[in-house]
């Protein structure tokens, strides 16, 4: 696969993730990263971005490519390995049984936020059973506003995940490099660079919560048109002195 980039490709994504990763100190040399590729748009686009810079950045860091099979029989994932293999790496493969536990043994009703666990879960431990020491998730703006917004509406508190996180329980630093992209920008890189997505046969794909809230967002943007940067600014500017704690 050509990843030669091209004039526009900073502009347009380069130039954010590379100030995404210099704000909370992201990347470093001799850093090995594994990289969640669920075969989805957005991990398959940060691989992509990280391959990149892979090249262009004067240190060296190494990217390991994990993607978990949670045994759903009818999910092809020849072609993700083709694309791994196509930027001239090797794809680890970790089989689970995460969709059995999450929908015939437990039955949730609500699957997500335990499956989300559990594959978060399995990532980092087949990531350090390979000696990485960070692990990369494809988690961009649009994701953090519908986090919001989920922890918000149904869990009555204000909350994000954090570009950059030490889990010591598990000794691995998790980043989101891709935090400042929009989702349409990476759906305009999948399509200007090629980059094959894999149909999720996941049983409650497109019938979850976090499908409710990005309706919810595509509708406030029509409304506020630069609602995503707002968000990006407040969540990046919050005066705790404008919260109320518990009365003290």
Known sequence: MDIRPVKTDNKKFLTPVKKAMQQYRMLEPRDRIAVGLSGGKDSSTLFYILTLLQRQLPFKFELIPITLTLGFENMDISPLK??????????????????????????????????????????????????????????????????MLMNLLFNGKLGVFQPKSYLDRRDITVIRPMIFLQEKTIESIVKAKGIPVIKNTCPANKKTKREEMKGLVEELSRRYPDIRYKFLHAVQNVELKDFWNAGL
């Not at 090797?90 to 009703?109: M, N, P, Q, S, W």
């Open 82 to 147: 083709d694309y791994v293999d196509g930027l001239g790496n090797k794809l680890h493969i970790k089989a689970t049984h995460i969709g059995r536990i999450v929908f015939d043994i437990r039955e949730e009703k609500n699957p997500c936020a335990l499956c989300a666990n559990l594959r978060r879960g399995a990532l980092y431990n087949t990531a350090k059973s390979l000696g990485c020491n960070k692990a990369a998730l494809g988690h961009h703006l649009d994701d953090a506003i519908e986090t």
